[in-house]
């Protein structure tokens, strides 16, 4: 048996593109943070609390057609974006 392909049949884990968006809350100034990762999850929700575990988080979901998933977040009055798009 191979040992790498019962694992993965198993597993949750699953791979993502991650671009998380901060936007920016000064007038003046409509540019956004961006930022990109490769990550292997089971649960994008749990990893967006994991990286605010100091904040107050208020999460929407949004699933698209295409099997993106989108995270709209409030932290802590801070408006940010996580896009997940399975690898």
């Known amino acids: 048996m191979n040992l790498y392909r019962w694992n993965k049949k198993e597993s949750?884990?699953?791979?993502?593109?991650?671009?998380?968006?901060?936007?920016?809350?000064?007038?003046?100034?409509?540019?956004r943070d961006v930022f990109f990762d490769e990550v292997m999850l089971e649960d994008p929700e749990a990893y967006i609390r994991g990286k605010h575990k100091d904040h107050d988080l208020k999460l929407e979901r949004e699933e698209l057609a295409d099997g993106t998933i989108l995270y709209h977040v409030n932290a802590s009055g801070i408006l940010q974006r996580y896009t997940f798009t399975e690898i």
Do not use: L, P, S
């Open 12 to 31: 949750k884990m699953k791979e993502y593109e991650v671009v998380h968006e901060i936007f920016n809350e000064c007038a003046n100034n409509q540019m």
